[in-house]
């Protein structure tokens, strides 16, 4: 199947012939068509399925035909006109035609970027980001031009829709773009006063990792007779990734390993996660001391300081990231060949968005885990959801003090199977230690950040890392 096939308007073949799209993938070829033909979707698809152009390619063939069969002034006409008879230009709302909903910065303006991307030949269609960290004054500028297509994060857009600065009235196409993710940020509340501004008979397109649970049930209520399509689970396997797990025995042992594994002649770039923004910090200002070209990303930096930190990851410029979840939302840098688990996230769902930051379009990647001995049910968790066993490995030279007490069996996937002697266990050995144990340095066995970190600051509450 080709791009042309789907009907797509000519100057959107040629950018994507441009920017070197060959073919659709999965959820392309099925979602294009059926969003072409003004059908609402609610589409289940895995991190780097190229979802974007999914909801974005349809949209942009739908305003440049009604661009082309449009008549009359266009907002800038009336502009000068207005000028010419001598009236003062007023600010009116923006009427945007579209409006994409995302859960992070990042993912907002990588939505945008892509965009821009895709209708370079479409002279009179914008897209603009409206989110959080960015100046209000610089937002109105962009509001003022009317764009046709809006991303936005929620908490910012309805400070604009309180202000009068945004009208909906005239929308025709709503997406909301990992509508798990806004859920489990505390953003329902915000997502239903968005769409209750909205028009009744607005086309909506849902992406989201499970359409199962809350996300379900806010999915029923705001389309109609959708089509519902399911290319892949995010606990679907990563073939192309290469996921291990290293135990270690405490901090000073997980820092030594990971300035070992980083030093892999076989690394171009990689992405280190933390639980905390603090951690983020420490590390990367560690990692920038022992030689390496790192830099921190999280929610309590300024938007200019995140913009200029992924500018540098993209440029080649950075080449270890440390972030937290929220932060590294909708990273696609095609260079990163590993990603490494710092602290193991506190959902299965995260591990796979996680490990998805690399093996991007087809390429391969390595998926490492630190992992404390006291942390064993996490990984058995995660193997539960991917119905995939994590194998173990040691490094010679960083070998752990402990071993795994009940090795897991290879038979079943995240099983743990009695007499199994893997990863060195002596038949009957309790390894490891039992939940909330002291470590000997006093502090708690939890296995992730420095001593001193509140382990409460992550990037899990919607107010605490600034994406409005």
């Known amino acids: 199947m080709t791009f042309e096939s789907l009907g797509l308007h000519p100057s959107i073949i040629a950018a ?55 008549a009359g002034k266009t907002p800038n006409q009336e502009m000068q006109a207005s000028r010419a008879r001598g009236e003062r230009p007023r ?44 100046p209000y004054p610089k937002q109105m500028q962009l509001l003022a031009k009317n764009p046709e297509i809006l991303v936005a994060t929620p908490g910012r857009l309805i400070d604009h829709m309180d202000s009068g ?16 993710r806004m859920l489990d940020m505390g953003f329902i509340d915000d997502i239903e006063k968005i769409v209750e501004a909205t028009p009744e008979g607005r086309q909506t397109m849902l992406f989201s990792a499970t359409l199962d649970g809350v996300v379900g049930n806010m999915a029923r209520r705001i389309t109609k007779n959708p089509l519902v399509i399911q290319v892949a689970s ?11 797990v290293h135990f270690v025995d405490d901090l000073s042992h997980k820092n030594r390993l990971l300035d070992h594994l980083l030093r892999d002649e076989s690394l171009d770039q990689a992405v280190v996660f933390t639980a905390t923004k603090r951690d983020a910090d420490t590390i990367a200002d560690r990692l920038n001391i022992a030689g390496f070209s790192a ?71 390595l998926a490492i885990s630190l992992v404390n001995h006291a ?35 290879s038979a079943r996937p995240g099983g743990w199977k009695p007499g199994d ?19 000997k340095d006093g502090a708690p066995s939890t296995g992730g950040g420095y001593k001193g970190s509140n382990p409460r600051s992550t990037d899990g509450a919607r107010r605490s890392y600034g994406d409005r």
């Open 165 to 180: 600065k945004i009208d909906f009235s005239q929308l025709e196409i709503l997406v909301l773009d990992e509508a798990d």
């Open 234 to 244: 995010s606990s679907n396997k990563h073939e192309n990734i290469t996921q291990r």
């Open 295 to 365: 830099a921190a990303l999280h929610g309590d930096m300024h938007q200019g300081a995140r913009n200029r930190t992924l500018d540098g990851m993209r440029r080649g410029q950075v080449k270890v990231l440390v972030a937290t979840d929220v932060a590294a939302r909708g990273i696609d840098v095609p260079t990163i060949t590993h990603v490494f688990n710092y602290d193991l996230p506190k959902f299965p769902e995260d591990y796979v968005h996680r490990i998805g930051r690399t093996g991007r379009a087809g390429r391969n990647g």
């Open 91 to 134: 600010f009116k709302a923006a009427q945007p035609k579209m409006l994409v909903l995302t859960p992070t910065r990042e993912l907002a303006l990588q939505v945008t970027t892509n965009t821009d991307k895709y209708s370079t030949g479409i002279r009179r269609i914008k897209a603009v980001s409206i989110l959080g960290g960015m």
């Open 421 to 439: 002697n893997r990863g060195g266990a002596k038949p009957g050995q309790r390894t490891f230690s039992k939940p909330g144990a002291p470590r």
């Open 16 to 70: 994507l012939t441009e920017s070197g799209y060959t073919a659709p993938t999965a959820v392309q070829s099925q979602a294009i068509p059926a969003a072409i033909e003004g059908r609402d979707l609610l589409v289940s698809s895995q991190t780097g399925s190229g979802k974007t152009a999914a909801f974005m390619l349809p949209s942009l063939h739908k305003l440049a035909s009604a661009e082309q069969s449009a």
């Open 375 to 409: 942390e064993g049910m996490n990984v058995k968790r995660i193997e539960r959801f991917t119905k995939q066993l994590i194998p173990v490995n040691v490094i010679e030279g960083f070998e752990p003090k402990k071993t795994a007490s009940a090795p897991r069996s």
